[in-house]
């Protein structure tokens, strides 16, 4: 078995990064395991561009030495902090280029399991190694968390399939496609599938497609009115990102309510001229059954003007993900019945930690607690300094208060109270 490390972060993406590039900026003992910018580069369309603007699309070094301003102005490519938006190839270029200079450290390895011991945890390697570590951050994005519509969770996946498997459409080429869903993998997809050549027809719960407004000039006015802020403009997108630790504090059923409501995943304003009034909607529907049909699919559907049948080629559900601790592969029940948990996602202190000391989720996992900047990468910075300034204090004691069956705190002080 390998020596203990202080910590193990599973996960590679811009939270994974992020803290991993804070840790070592502090110095300490770490391991980081994942494919860098895996998300990016395997579930999301070739040639999308991203919602969020160019400055809240950073992954974080503790000094703010490769800002993505600064790697595009490095590369020569293109960059407004509003209003210009950023290609994917270009952030999966930022990321790739942000790990090896910040986490040149970084294993690109695949964690199969967690196991709580003595001294910490085991984390174990697809290739059989166990790596020891005291702490384990879980920053494992948002992949596992696809979510299917029940309606079509039967149906063999040449007929039914999620956005996340999608970078490309080149096998629909010349075939009808139903998409499901009127949010930004949705709308994402259909988009290219059109533009490949497919004949997507958007399928919706709402009335038609909300599209998120293109940036406009604003008067000193509209500033203070509706303050621009990491997650756009708005006093309550303001206040999420200048205030998580005041969010936490917030009863836990508004916590829970805001980030289910503010924010939906709308698709970004570059997206309306390339599918607005040129893919086929029906919105207003609402997907009641889904059978095969002589090789393809029919979908019933419920809308406004009575029950309507649609058959079509191959269903993609571009339903978006839901956060639930028993998807992620690598918890057993050692895990998961010690883990304290508000709609399946972990319960955190101000310090990112779980209810099992030690183990601390950052990113998409952690929004129910500290609010919806934590679903964007716009969270990483925050988390990564909140995180490893914890860690940097309570390591210390980590590596001498270690007891037999492993207790080694109370339980952090926000859980004490729920
Ligand atoms: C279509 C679409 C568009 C989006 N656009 C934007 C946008 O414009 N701006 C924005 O801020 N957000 C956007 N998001 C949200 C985005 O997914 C999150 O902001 C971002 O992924 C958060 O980063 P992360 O590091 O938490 O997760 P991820 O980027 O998902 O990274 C997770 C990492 O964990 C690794 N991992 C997972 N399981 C294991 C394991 N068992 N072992 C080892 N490694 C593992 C993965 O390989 C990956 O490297 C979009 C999402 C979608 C679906």
Redo the contacts with the bound molecule.
Sequence with gaps: MSEIVDVAV?????????LGAHLAGLGIDFRI????????RT???KG?????EGN??DLYDPKGELTLRRFCEERGYPYQDIGLP?PLAT?IEY?TAFQSRFVPNLED????AVMPTRYGFDVH??DGEVAPARRVIV??????YEYMPPQLADLPIELASH??IHVTVDQFIDRDIAVIGGG??AI?IAALLHQRGARPTIICRRPKVDYCGPPAPRSLWDRLKEPENGLGTGWRSWACCAMPDVFHAMPEAFRVMVVRKHLP?AP?WTLRAQVDGIVPTIGGARLASADTVGGRVKLRLETADGIRDLVTDHVIAGT??RVDMRR???FGPSILDRLDCVEHTPRLSRNFESSIPGLHF????AANSFGPML??????GFASRRVSAHLARSLVRDRTVVGAGGARWSKPANLART
Excluded: C, D
């Excluded at 599973?10 to 992020?18: F, K, M, R, T």
């Excluded at 999308?48 to 969020?52: A, D, P, Q, T, Y």
């Excluded at 920053?139 to 596992?144: D, M, S, V």
């Excluded at 679903?375 to 990483?380: K, L, N, S, W």
């Design positions: 599973i996960g590679a993406g811009p939270y994974g990064l992020s395991f994942g494919s860098p910018m895996h998300t990016w579930s999301m369309p999308m561009v991203l919602k969020s809240a699309s950023i952030f990321g390895r695949l964690v199969t390697l697809e920053a494992a994005g948002i992949r596992a956005t996340a930004a993998s994402n995943a970004g978006g993900y992620l592969a690598f950052v990113g998409t996992a679903r964007f990468a716009y969270g990483a």
